[in-house]
């Protein structure tokens, strides 16, 4: 919630035209996630030229960081929306199901 009203100001305020770059990394829960994919859709209504770089933080050395079901939200929702992605070779396992052994 925090993060929308936050997105409502910006807007009222005439602030979105200015962002170039939206940035993401460690994100916890599908519904902060699904707030973040908000903010992008209402910024690149703003400023079409925006630019989303997505680091799917979601764990490491074969472990996650967040629950595993965010895997699949990234792979069908959010990196097709990515104009950079930056996973790690563990993300990248989780989001394309082959195994990345080099």
């Known amino acids: 919630d925090q993060l929308l009203t ?4 910006l807007e009222a305020n005439d602030l979105l035209e200015n962002i170039g770059f939206i940035l993401t990394g460690y ?8 707030a973040v994919l908000d903010v992008f859709k209402t910024a690149k ?6 630019r989303f770089v997505c680091d799917p933080v979601m764990g490491d050395d074969g ?15 959010v990196i097709p929306k990515a104009d950079v992605v930056t ?13 990345v052994k080099s």
Do not use: M
Request: cysteine-free.
């Open 6 to 9: 936050i997105l409502k100001g």
């Open 27 to 34: 994100i916890g829960s599908i519904s902060f996630l699904e």
């Open 45 to 50: 209504r703003h400023n079409p030229q925006l």
């Open 63 to 77: 472990k996650f960081y967040v629950p595993p079901e965010l895997a699949k939200v990234y792979r069908d929702v």
């Open 87 to 99: 996973p790690n070779q563990f993300e990248v396992e989780q989001l394309t199901d082959i195994k």
